[in-house]
């Protein structure tokens, strides 16, 4: 099936870029306290949107980066990746020195310190600008995008692996390192205490990613998509996901006991039921999507997909400003104003880098642009 024209604008593909928009919104609006949250919050099973949003950056890195590798090689692909992580990393200093700024200049304001921000912050304000620069201190709404620069730095490994046949092998192992996440001990942070490496268990969300990237590296290397997706697996997808949104949202019972559903509903692991609803239902939107492709398109959610950085950064930013007034979540009104005050910045932040930096990303290649997945595992 081919791509309709006016699913693509450029070199890029709309769905992907609005999936990725959603998942910005959906990520904002959990950020803040509202009673949107209800509807925004785990909204068709037991995941999150940072799953989501985790999976597809590793699809699209997989797509982009294997075009890289083909036409410069490994070095091209190291140049790329390591360029790619730099631009990473200075978005996440942007946001956490700007973050750092300005809950200074509002405790000036106020007379007070908000327990909503980062309390090294205050404590020890040169330590906390010291270990953020060095990435070892990533408070709440500052852990995503050093997540995503250390993935980033896998690609070649991953990809090179891929290429020379060894899919298996790598989603195998990487499955494994997940696997064994899913059982190790919680480790105690407070004796590391100012050492905060984010709420992300990189060694449990690595699997996500390259499950994403080995996705991606099947699209371009034209592997069997989703055109007629198997009649008997798409009833088994349905059926957990039906599932898990009885769970979430009409208190259906559990089928373990209580310590075991909680390690399988583990969010900083992954834990094993959360990984299978987000697998069976992210099989079924390609399935929908390969079928019905203009149904996943949104330009307004495309433009925060294409810029997905500065609102990452951005909304780091907002957010972490605005909870340091009890005003804004008086009431229901004051917070509703507040969550479409933040979401109305993500826009124009994503407004403002499409005028100015319209090249600032790499495109997502417009060919085999269906929006399927191909027949692995994930």
């Known amino acids: 099936m081919k791509s309709k024209p006016e699913l693509l604008t450029g070199s890029r593909d709309l769905r992907f870029d609005s999936l990725r928009g959603l998942f910005l919104v959906l990520m904002t609006v959990n950020h803040l306290p509202t009673e949107i949250r209800e509807v925004t919050d785990q909204p068709v099973g037991l995941f999150a949107a940072a799953e989501g949003f985790v999976f597809l950056s590793g699809l699209l890195a997989g797509w982009v980066y294997t075009r890289k590798y083909r036409s410069g090689g490994l070095q091209g692909l190291w140049k790329a990746t390591t360029d790619r992580a730099r631009g990473i990393y200075r978005w996440h200093v942007g946001a956490f020195l700007a973050a750092f700024v300005l809950v200074q200049a509002t405790e000036h304001a106020l007379g007070y310190c908000s327990p909503n921000v980062p309390k090294l912050f205050f404590e020890h304000p040169l330590e906390s600008v010291g270990l953020g620069l060095s990435l070892l201190y990533q408070p709440g709404l500052l852990d995503l995008l050093p997540m995503y620069c250390g993935f980033v730095l896998l690609l070649p490994t991953v990809i090179r692996a891929l290429e020379t046949g060894r899919r298996w092998w790598v989603l195998g192992i990487s499955a494994a390192v997940w696997f064994a996440v899913q059982w ?48 008997w697996v798409l009833l088994g997808a349905g059926a957990v996901a039906l599932y898990g949104f009885g769970i979430r949202h009409a208190q259906w019972p559990s089928l373990w006991p209580n310590p075991t559903f909680g390690v399988l509903l583990n969010k900083p692991a992954l834990g094993l039921l959360r990984m299978a609803d987000f697998g069976c239902v992210a099989y079924l939107v390609a399935a929908v999507g390969a079928r019905f492709p203009s149904a996943l398109t949104s330009r307004p959610l495309a433009l925060l997909g294409r810029h997905s950085l500065a609102v990452v950064a951005v909304q780091s930013v907002a957010v972490m400003t605005f909870l340091q007034f009890p005003a804004l979540s008086d009431t229901v009104a004051a917070r509703t104003l507040t969550v479409a005050a933040t979401v109305g910045v993500l826009f124009a932040a994503a407004y403002l880098r499409e005028t100015f930096a319209p090249a600032a990303r790499p495109p997502v290649p417009a060919a085999q642009s269906e929006l399927a997945t191909a027949r692995t595992p994930v």
Do not use: E
């Open 184 to 231: 190790a001990p919680a480790v105690d942070g407070a004796p590391l205490y100012p050492i905060n490496t984010g709420s992300f268990n990189l060694f449990a969300w690595q699997f996500l990613f390259v499950a994403g990237v080995a996705v991606g590296h099947a699209r371009v290397s034209g592997f069997a998509q989703l055109a007629r997706p198997s009649r």
